[in-house]
């Protein structure tokens, strides 16, 4: 059965279940506050992301089940002749819809938001800890070639 | 003698020095274009990073001299409690400058710029290919917990 997943901007009514896709991991239930109201905190950088250009908070659904999320930020460099790039952040999936291939349709996704955009490298970071992660963006064509380096202040 | 380095947002006259320095390197000579007149694509970029609140091109200098850039990019993210994060890219000293701890003081420079952001992370990505610099940015605090992968579109 080939299951039709579709993609769009994320509206404020799906951010609950983003937030609550975000904190369902083992790392990210470290970091994030899935709580009812949701923190503050989450409702002004949506209202930030989306009213800004150079950032898109993307959900994949099916029906009216949000079922995955991604962030895309776009940025102008100089560097690269003055490239523009694409940083993909905060991907995830429904634990009740994983090893579906949803992760592969949205990253594709993203790729082809960033050629739309005239990007030229589309980059992310995964933590070390994630190695079945690495091995999932190595599939889809990504290369390990950096160190991804993080100072918290 | 201490060298007194100086911090401001890049103007336009700076950036023939930005693109010599950045193209000055080994990586930096295969992929940017340091000719007269500067190609049109890097006055672009600079044009559109200086017109949005969310990007700055910073330089150091001493006197009339430019002796170091970087890109600071923030970034309204939704993970991490919808926290901000500082992103450090295009770093580099002039040849004739280097050793000299400009680097340091330019990072440092950055990191005090992403606290007065409110940013709670500062990130960047360092080539495989420059083991030196992953330990420039070791004993900076920066710690490599991140693969930093890349697709080239």
Redesign the interface.
């Known amino acids: 059965m080939e299951i039709q997943i579709n993609f769009r901007i994320a509206a404020e009514q799906d951010l609950d279940k ?2 609550e896709m ?1 904190a369902d991991d083992v790392l ?1 239930s470290k ?3 899935y709580e009812q109201p949701l ?1 503050d ?6 209202q ?2 989306t009213s ?1 250009p ?2 898109e ?1 993307v959900v994949a659904y099916q029906g009216d089940e949000i079922i995955g ?1 991604q ?1 895309i ?1 776009f ?9 523009w790039r694409a ?1 993909i ?2 991907v995830r999936t429904a634990s009740s819809s994983r090893s579906k291939g949803i992760g592969t349709e949205l990253i594709k996704w993203g ?1 082809n938001r ?2 739309e955009r005239g ?11 994630r190695p079945d992660a ?1 091995r999932f ?2 599939k ?14």
Chains 1, 2 share one sequence.
Do not use: M, W
Not at 140 to 153: D, I, Q, S
């Open positions: 983003i937030v975000l990210g970091r994030e506050r923190p905190s989450y409702i002004k950088a949506f930030t992301i800004d150079n950032n908070l999320v962030q930020t940025t102008p460099y100089i560097t690269h002749q003055g490239g940083t952040e905060g790729i960033a050629t990007c030229h490298i589309v980059q992310l970071t995964t933590d070390k800890e690495l963006y190595e889809l064509g990504f290369k390990a070639t950096h160190e991804g380096l993080k100072l918290k202040l």
